[in-house]
Every structure is written in structure tokens, then in C-alpha cells.
């Protein structure tokens, strides 16, 4: 009986799938030819970690699942809770974190994948899927956004809920707005920056629902399961510490402080994130003092804030280019042709949430710490409306005044491109225009071809503008010298030692605390002598040697070095001898 039903079940799945067509299976075969073509980046040696925000998350994973630690609401709890499941399976293992981190990856690799394929969805009345989907795949910003795990986690999460959103406006049916509002819910614990996004989901939902007369309804449903969700979490905290702890004002004061470094010059020695608070206070004052209220701390010095503020405007175009690569030239091109569509077809309201929608990352700018991975927040927006303009503009190149107005819109770029002296600007334009010009010419010689004729000379430009993909690699678990090193220190660490190093990634691996050697703080104004004492006096019993303690703490190093043979024994070192590591603990030698 239970065959029958199994083979009943697989009979359905198999009519089912033959009753899609044949371009349904377009986005699942571009995304396994992507995991293919990027199969290296799901299986990162200990040294290719993000020893700071990546390492920071999974330790946070790791602390939650060992001590039942919970994180405050600001430190981005689902996050950590996103962790705690990828380092369960591997828990036991000295390279946890390692495994942890290729399995997390993965995962988060296919949930960027999944809500840019789901907001396509609901746009396919103006684009067709593949489309979009194409330029997902010919994008690097999946490469880019792994090393800071929240971004790649909340950007999807708030995808979900856009393309919910989308699919309220397309059905009209309140239940989706519940959804939107869960996975928002979802999106705010794993960033921030879902708090002030949710407000802006609030907003649209309610000028969509007006238009259904349903404002009643959909307020209800748009706000209770977020509420809910993230009352449910500040609830279980506050039973288990007695207090609520949002810490999100610290949290934004901190960035604040943090972006004080956008117009920092001659730094002195050390992590420079580190350094920017100090200067940071000595224009603004304290956080105690500004209560932790970063307008208040602008009021106390606007002519250094707007100094911040204009020079981040000026570093963002190079951000933006750094998160989309490539793609970054023709985005604002091909999404403010989306734009004019969506008002020629008199859908004021869709192309309305399209703009509004990143709004939120207004909030980076107040704070003057903006980074390729903000960028990323709305990419499958981005990417939706730049598909709904691509695919217009092909749709209408039949129409002279459409192809005369990109013949001049892109000879004019080009040549600028090229007398301002950007030959790479004007490689991307020039490709293209001869795009444009190849699809024209196929239409004027067989005005009958096929759609998939012109995705598939738009997608081989893509490939062409994309450029190379990782290079193949097979993973050796156990023989990067980091892991070496961290395998070694797992068997001489004593309980309660700390370890010192220029960051924490390679102390909470072997999950124990961190002595920053990159710190403002680090007294390296001491002898050799005198600073092998403070550590001792800080309970360290390993020294994490790599190339960034070389680079942002060159004083440390050295008083380091005078010491190796004396009180410090070197218990590890690479082939050539860029990891080493350090203990002040005597090497006994074997009879």
C-alpha cells in the first residue's frame, strides 16, 4: 500500500512537471550551473573566514548552542540562531568553524537565489523570469556578500517579503500581507535595518490595500505577525535576563562612530575601526554624553558631520560598483527604463514601491558608513525593475525613436567614457550597443525569431561582461596552514587560556576570548620583556601569528619576535612562515 502511494505521489510530480514549460526550468538550471561555476566559495579554508563580522557570527552560533546564550535584539539574534544550525552537525570537530561556514554558504547562496526568483515571479506580466534570473547569475554580488553573513541573510529575508507584497498587489488577497509581515519579522532579527524597512512594507501595503478598500484588513495582517514575532523574541529574553534589551540606539551609535573614519587620515598603528571611536568622540563627545543619540551628536559639531556625509557621497559610486561589479554601469540605465514602462502602463503605484522600497538605506548615510554590502540590501528590487527595462527596451527597438535614442545615449557615454580616460566604462557600453545592434539586425532579418534567441544573445553579453568565475579548486580539509595551526592549538590551549592575535576569528574557532594585538589600547610603548608580562597578566597562552598582525600591528610584532626562544616557544609555522603560532607556555622536549 505504501508503494502505491509513493509511486501515486511520484506520478502526480512527474505530470506536474510536464505540464510546465520548458522555460520554468531556465532559473533552476542557471542557479545549479552557478553553484557549479562557483563551487569554491562553499568551501572556504580557515583563512578565506571573515575573521571579524563572518567569525563574530559563527562564534555567536556556537555560544548559543553551548551556553544557551541568547544575543540582544541588536546583536541580530536570528542570525546567531541562523548559526547555531549550521554549527550543530560539526560541533565536535577542531575545523567546526570551517564546516559551519561552507554549509552556511550554501545555504545562504540559495536563499539569494530564491527570493530574486520569487519577485520575478510576480513581475512576469513585464519581464519574463529568466531574465531576471540571468542577471543573477552573471552578477558577483553573491560572491561579495558572504564574508558579511547578515547582509546576505536579511537581504533575502526582505526579499520574501517583497515579493509577498508583490503578490498582495497582483491578488488582492489579505493573507500575503501576513507573510510579508513574518518574513520582515524574520528579516529585522537578522539586521537592523528590517526595523526601519518594516515601515516603509507598513506604508506600501496600506496605499495597496486603499486601493482594494480593504485598509481595515490588511493593517491588521501587516502588522500583527511582526509584532508578534518580534515581541515574542524581546519577551523570552526579558524572562531569561529580567530586562529588555532592544540596543539598537547603541547599536547605531556605534556604526556612527564608526564612520568617522571616512575622514580619518595618518593613521596610527592599529585596526583602523578601532581608532575611529577616539576620534570620533573627540568631535562629537561621548555616546554617554549624546545619550546615544546620533542627531544629537550632530548638532554638536554639523560642519564635521557634513564633511562626513560629503565625502561618503562622493566614495558611493564606488561602492556601488564594487557590490554589482560590471552590472553597476547598467543598472540606473536599464532600471530607469523599467521605471518609464511601468508609467507608460499607467502602474504609478508599482513603480512608486520601487522607489520607496530603498528608502532604508537612507540610514547609512546618517550614519556615514556605507559598504558594498549595504548596497546589496535591495538587489532583487534591482535586479526586477532593471529586467522589466531590458526587456522593454527589446520589445521596442522595433520603434525608431527607441533605437535611435540608445544609439545616442550610448555613442555619447562611450566616447566620454573614453576622453575621461575609463576605458572600462566604455568597454561595458560599447558591449552593449553592439548587443542592441545584433538584436535590431536579427530582428530586421527574421522579424518571426524567437524570444529565446534574443535572451540568449543578451545572456552570452552578460557571460562576457561578467568576466572570469572563481578559479577550480578541490578542498584539502586540515592542510591550509590556519587550519594546521588551528588543530594544533586545540591540543595545547589550557582551559582558561585566552589567545592573542590581531583578531578574534582564530580564538573563538578554538571557543575561547581574544586578546586584540591590534587594539588602540595594546601597550607595545613596553619592552619586550615587558610585554610578554602583560600578556601573561591577561592569562594568554597562545599567540596567533598571521599577516594582518604584521601589517596593522608592526610594534607588536616586533616585541614579539625578541622574544621567540626566550619566554615565547614557536609551536608552529608555515613552509614560509606567514602563520605561526606562539606559546608562553615552555615546549617540553621528548626524551
Avoid at 541580530?76 to 561552507?102: D, E, K
Avoid at 518594516?198 to 495582517?221: E, G, K, S
Avoid at 599567540?543 to 626562544?565: F, H, M, N, S
Wanted: glycine share 6%; charged share 15%; proline share 6%.
Amino acid at each position: 500500500m505504501a508503494i502505491e502511494h509513493k509511486t501515486s505521489f511520484l506520478s502526480r510530480l512527474r505530470a506536474r512537471l510536464l505540464e510546465q514549460p520548458m522555460s520554468a526550468a531556465i532559473p533552476l538550471i542557471l542557479f545549479t550551473v552557478n553553484i557549479f561555476l562557483m563551487h569554491s566559495l562553499f568551501f572556504p579554508s580557515f583563512s578565506d573566514i571573515n575573521p571579524w563580522d563572518e567569525a563574530s557570527y559563527l562564534h555567536q552560533g556556537m555560544l548559543l548552542l553551548e551556553t544557551g546564550q541568547l544575543p540582544a535584539f541588536a546583536a541580530n539574534p536570528l542570525t546567531g540562531l541562523f548559526y547555531a544550525l549550521t554549527y550543530l552537525p560539526f560541533q565536535n570537530s577542531p575545523l567546526w568553524m570551517v564546516f559551519s561556514c561552507s554549509l552556511s554558504r550554501l545555504v545562504l547562496f540559495s536563499l539569494l537565489w530564491f527570493a530574486a526568483y520569487r519577485v520575478a515571479r510576480e513581475l512576469e506580466d513585464y519581464a519574463p523570469v529568466p531574465v531576471q534570473m540571468g542577471l543573477m547569475f552573471i552578477t558577483t554580488l553573491t560572491m561579495r556578500t558572504m564574508r558579511f553573513p547578515s547582509d546576505p541573510l536579511f537581504a533575502s529575508l526582505a526579499g520574501i517579503s517583497f515579493s509577498y507584497l508583490l503578490r498582495y498587489r497582483n491578488t488582492s488577497r489579505a493573507k500575503y500581507l501576513g507573510w510579508a509581515s513574518l518574513w520582515m519579522g524574520l528579516a529585522a532579527m537578522a539586521r537592523n535595518d528590517g526595523l526601519i524597512l518594516f515601515l516603509i512594507l507598513v506604508v506600501l501595503a496600506l496605499l495597496q490595500a486603499a486601493r482594494f478598500n480593504q485598509v481595515r484588513c490588511a493593517a491588521v495582517r501587516i502588522l500583527a505577525p511582526f509584532l508578534l514575532l518580534v515581541g515574542a523574541y524581546l519577551g523570552i529574553y526579558a524572562a531569561r535576563y529580567g530586562a529588555v534589551d532592544f540596543g539598537t540606539a547603541a547599536r547605531t551609535y556605534d556604526a556612527f562612530e564608526v564612520g568617522h573614519l571616512v575622514i580619518m587620515g595618518g593613521l596610527s598603528e592599529g585596526e583602523p575601526v578601532l581608532q575611529a571611536p577616539e576620534a570620533a568622540r573627540e568631535a562629537f563627545g561621548t555616546p554617554e554624553e549624546n545619550n546615544y543619540n546620533v542627531f544629537r551628536a550632530i548638532l554638536r559639531n554639523p560642519s564635521v558631520y557634513f564633511e562626513r556625509l560629503l565625502a561618503v557621497i562622493k566614495k558611493t559610486p564606488v561602492e556601488f560598483l564594487l557590490a554589482y561589479s560590471r552590472l553597476a554601469y547598467l543598472i540606473p540605465l536599464f532600471a530607469i527604463r523599467g521605471l518609464i514602462e511601468l508609467i507608460r502602463r499607467r502602474q504609478f503605484l508599482l513603480a512608486f514601491i520601487f522607489c520607496a522600497w530603498p528608502a532604508h538605506l537612507l540610514t547609512s548615510f546618517i550614519t556615514t558608513v556605507v559598504r558594498p554590502g549595504h548596497l546589496i540590501f535591495p538587489y532583487y528590487a534591482a535586479f526586477a525593475i532593471s529586467a522589466v527595462g531590458l526587456w522593454s527596451l527589446i520589445q521596442d527597438l522595433h520603434l525608431r525613436q527607441e533605437r535611435w535614442a540608445w544609439r545616442a545615449g550610448l555613442a555619447a557615454i562611450v566616447v566620454f567614457s573614453l576622453l575621461d580616460n575609463h576605458p572600462s566604462t566604455g568597454f561595458v557600453y560599447a558591449l552593449l550597443w553592439i548587443t542592441i545592434e545584433t538584436i535590431i539586425l536579427l530582428q530586421q532579418i527574421n522579424p518571426a525569431s524567437p524570444p529565446s534567441l534574443t535572451l540568449l544573445i543578451l545572456f552570452s553579453a552578460g557571460l562576457l561582461l561578467r568576466g572570469s568565475y572563481p578559479q577550480p579548486q578541490i578542498p584539502h580539509i586540515g592542510e591550509e596552514p590556519g587550519e594546521q595551526a588551528l588543530m594544533i592549538a586545540a591540543a595545547s590551549l589550557e582551559p582558561g587560556d585566552l589567545v592573542a592575535s590581531a583578531s578574534p576569528g582564530f580564538a573563538w574557532a578554538l571557543k575561547t576570548d581574544f586578546i586584540g594585538l591590534s587594539s588602540p589600547d595594546t601597550p607595545i610603548q613596553r619592552t619586550s620583556d615587558g610585554f610578554v608580562e602583560w600578556l601573561q597578566s591577561q592569562h594568554v597562552g597562545l599567540i596567533y601569528v598571521d599577516t594582518t598582525l604584521r601589517d596593522v600591528a608592526p610594534t607588536a610584532w616586533e616585541l614579539l619576535q625578541a622574544q621567540v626562544g626566550l619566554q615565547l616557544s614557536q609551536i608552529y609555522s608555515s613552509a614560509d612562515g606567514s602563520i605561526q603560532l606562539l606559546s608562553l607556555i615552555p615546549v617540553l622536549e621528548e626524551n
